[in-house]
Every structure is written in structure tokens, then in C-alpha cells.
């Protein structure tokens, strides 16, 4: 009586008020009361007014997996219950450090999403994508790819769906280049190169055609492909003329900087070193999807590598041939991962950012005038992210200023006969 009176009474009750009324509830009437117990735990686990997580947070989401696994089979929202329940548990389970646990609960929710799926005709599975990401942290690159590649093949005939489908493109690029997979990664890169023109064609964001036409290029150099690479370089500088011409026609809030940030780790992961043992996330993936151990680890690693590019410089300045090339190395993966860090962290991103990318073409112009074979493709691929991030701060002069410089040092200057354009639809057509 005294917790319906609780749950009765007018006037507002706490979220722990509410849990103890629901706890003993759920023991007379477990099919009314226990799905509202896990949603009570879940609310009390996190107070959205202050934004804080209780201290207990993991312990309630524990206990409210348990009161929905609880539920009667034969309850036709058991699944959707505990699904949720899971879901917020393997949040914390991550954000603790316990990410093989949160792991098997990410597999139980596709357990689930396939159950559900199988019953509804709906082609996409939910949880895959948690899944392949939670695979990808373990180092499993080959099983997040076939789980990427299960969840775009049933997406992509879908269309576009706000912009969703593009970051669910990325992952599965990610996913498929950390396995080792050239081929699949230059034909899904091409996927996401093609749907992006179609937006920008359809009045929708020339900036992402434009990150996702220099990823690509950059994606075909990794894997041997040099010719296609310059042919769509060129398409990019044809498109980054208009922008400087014309500007971007839409802003969206952030999202063409997350889509930079997110296009720019491929840029950095090339010349990374190996993470060590633990969570990391796949190469390209965008930062919002990643673990909160990754996240944890992608900001403690920012100190001490800056940390080794500053112990490197005065040996560098002393003897460029054993250390220069090292340097620039180092500095273009501190620049690229602060990037990747700093871009969803504070509106003066850009100033936080331009010195880096600054001394970054520097140290290039130092070892291109120290060893000029070497230091030519260094010096055109630093000017090229940071054409983009001059991009990405809506600088567009200095941006395309950056792309065409670069092009004169990988000796691409000239205009591609024929056309750009036509000889890029040549290219994707062979």
C-alpha cells in the first residue's frame, strides 16, 4: 500500500522514491510492473537534469538486465525491454573498462535484433553496428567487416536516411581496411564517393563530396592504385574551385566537420604506429561510435606524443638525415589525432588547430628541401589535410591554394586531358 501511495500520491517523487516503490510492486504484479522497474533503474542510473551518472550507475544497470531477463518470455515487450536494458548496460560495462563483458551483452543484442527481425520482415538487424565496433576494439577486423558488410547490404536499398547512411559507410570502410580487404574498401569507398555527388547534385553538402573525393584518392594511393588516386584529385580540385568560387551552400551544425574528422583519421592511420594491447577503434570509424575505453585512450595518448615530437625536434634540427623524415612522421600523427579529438570538443576548434597544421607543412617543407625525393610526397600529403581542415574552417582561398600546391609536388599540376570529370567516370568505369 505504501508504494502505490508513493507512485499515487500528487507532488513529484525522487527516481529512488520510485525504484523502491516498483521493487516491491513487481513481486505481486511482475508483468505491469517489472518492464516500468527497468525503466526506473535506467532513470536512476543517470540524472538527465544535471547530467551526471549516479555512482552506482553500473550496479542499477546490472540489476536492471536482470529484472528484464525476469520478464516473462511470452511478454510481447520482453525483447524490446531487455534489449534496452542491455544496451545501457554495455555503455557502462565500456566506459569502466569491462569491454569483453560489454562485448557478449553487444552479441545477445543481436540475438535479439535477429529474432525481431526474423518476425517483422525488416531487412537491418539492430545492434550490428555496436557489434562490429565492440569486434573491431578486440582486433577481430575480419568479423566486423562480414558484420558491416551484413548491415549495408541491408541499408543501402534504404537510400540515404538522413545522413545516417553515410557514418554507417564509413564504419564499413573502416572495418573492411583494417582487415585487410582492398578490393571491398575501394569499392565501398566508391559507394560513399558516388552517394555523396548525389547529394551535392541534389543541393545537399559539397564538402562531403569533397572529403570523401580526397579520402578516396588517398584510400587508392594506399593501395597501389596511383593513376585512378590523381584522376579523382583532379575531380576534387574541380569541385574545391567552385567552393572557393562560390561557397558551401548549406551549413549543417557540425556534421560536415565530424565527416572531415572522421575521413581524416584515414589519413593518419597509415603512419600510426600500433596501438598498444586493448581497445582501439578501426581506422576511419566516426569518433561517436567509438568505445569510451578508445576515447580514453586516443586522449591520453595526446600528452606524451607531444611529449616524443618535441624530444625529437632538436635531434631532427642536429642530424635531418636519421631524424627529419621521423619527425614529420610523428607530428603529422599528433596533428591527425588531436584532430580526430578536439573536433567534437570545443566551438574554437579551428584556432586550437591551425598551429598544428602550420608546423606540420613547415617540418614537410623542411624535409622536402633536405631530401626532395622524400620529402615531395610527404610535403603534398600534409598540404592536403590541411587544404581540407582550411576546408573544414569554411577557409576555402587557403584551402584551394594548399590542394594546388600539393598537386605540383606529386607533379599533377597540369589539367587532366579530356577533362576531369570524364576521365574520372572512365576511371570508375574500369
Known sequence: MRARNVLLASGRRTPREEVDAYRVLAQVGPAAYLPLLVRALQSLSYDTGSGRKHASALALSEEAVAVARSIDAAEPARADVLYRALDACQRELYDVGRG????????????IGRAQAELSGV??????????????????YAEAADVMTELIAAVLPEGTCGGTLAWSLLDWIAALHDAGRSAETLAAFE???????????DRSSMLCHLYALIGYARMLDTHGRGERASLVR????TLLTRLADTGERNIWSSYQTSFWGALLAFSGAERDR?????PRPPSGAAPTH??????????????ALHEEVDALAPRAAEDPDRHLAELVRLHHVLTVRSAVHWERRTHQ????????FDDGVGLARRLYRHDPAEGARALAR????????HAAARDLGPALDDFREALRHLGEARPVPGGADRSVRQAHAT
Not at 562485448?103 to 543481436?110: F, G, N
Not at 600534409?382 to 581542415?389: N, P, Q
Open 100 to 111: 569483453a563483458e560489454g562485448l557478449v551483452m553487444r552479441a545477445e543484442m543481436v540475438d
Open 274 to 278: 600500433p596501438a598498444p594491447d586493448g
Open 191 to 201: 559507394t560513399l564517393v558516388s552517394m555523396e555527388a548525389d547529394a551535392a547534385n
Open 290 to 303: 567509438w568505445s569510451a575505453d578508445a576515447k580514453r585512450r586516443l586522449s591520453g595518448s595526446l600528452h
Open 234 to 237: 583532379h575531380e576534387a580540385l
Open 349 to 356: 576548434f579551428t584556432e586550437h588547430m591551425r598551429s598544428l
Open 123 to 140: 531487412p537491418a538487424v539492430k545492434g550490428l553496428r555496436e557489434w562490429a565496433a565492440g569486434l573491431s576494439d578486440e582486433g577481430r
Open 382 to 389: 600534409i598540404l592536403i589535410d590541411r587544404s581540407t581542415f
